[in-house]
């Protein structure tokens, strides 16, 4: 077995699989739920994201899962790697999955980072927030470092206090689209492209906080349903 590593952290899970294109966000969803959710399962906030399927540069199928505390980390490690797993319609082996440790970073090495005064965000895959009931596939400055601040108080010993209107973070640039994500039984649509946050503060303790933030969401995702492999995101 992987040793346990430091948290947050990224596994990938390989995959002995041929048919990506009939291989759906929820089964990849169902299957994350039945590995990690014990006492999770109602959360609101999930201690862990995963992404679609993708090719890796090998040309095998994989999925990443990120983590973001130790228990959940250890329990993935348990019963990721043994029995069939079930993935909607297809079953994979044992045999026909391992999983590797692609990056991890503690919470203190998140929060060592070098202030920066501006940020960019690569949307990876569709993105939406959840606001007064409604999706809304806008990643403002509020939407996005208010998402990350929420899951860094909750899973994080480190503290930290942003405040985005108080710092006047706001998009300074951004390139992308809309696309639609059909997940069970409604659509969803979400941003990807790319989005530059900048800061009017200079204080430094105020921008390693929004720096903090923009590291972590590599690993945590951001906006809504990132259990469903939306709002994957990478930084700049």
């Known amino acids: 077995m992987v040793p346990t590593p430091d948290v947050p952290v990224r596994f990938r ?5 041929v048919d990506l294109p009939f291989f759906r966000p929820e089964w ?12 999770e399962h109602h959360a609101s906030r999930k201690p862990y994201a995963v992404t679609p399927l993708f090719r890796t540069d090998d040309g095998s199928a994989a999925f ?6 130790v228990p959940v980390a250890r329990r993935f490690l348990e019963r990721a790697t043994r029995g069939a797993a079930r993935f909607g319609q297809v079953t994979v082996g044992a045999r026909d999955r391992r999983v ?40 403002v400055a509020g939407s996005v470092f208010g998402h990350l601040r929420q899951v860094w108080r909750r899973f994080s010993p480190i503290p930290i206090d942003v405040d985005v209107a108080a710092a006047g973070v706001t998009v300074v640039d951004l390139e992308g689209r809309v696309e639609s994500v059909p997940l069970r039984s409604e659509v969803l649509r979400g941003f ?32 809504s349903r990132t259990t469903y492999g939306m709002g994957v995101t990478r930084i700049r």
């Open 100 to 139: 590797s440790v692609v990056e991890a970073v503690s919470w203190q090495g998140l929060a060592s980072a070098d202030p920066q005064s501006t940020w960019t965000f690569e949307f990876l895959t569709p993105t939406t927030f959840r606001t007064q009931g409604r999706y809304q596939p806008l990643p």
């Open 64 to 69: 990443d899962v990120n983590v973001l505390t």
């Open 192 to 223: 990807v492209g790319t989005v530059t946050y900048a800061a009017a503060a200079d204080d430094p303790e105020i921008l390693r906080g929004f720096t903090m933030l923009g590291r972590l969401a590599a690993f945590s995702g951001v906006g």
């Open 13 to 17: 899970v390989h995959l002995d699989v």
């Open 28 to 39: 990849i969803h169902a299957r994350v739920a039945r590995w990690l959710d014990d006492d």
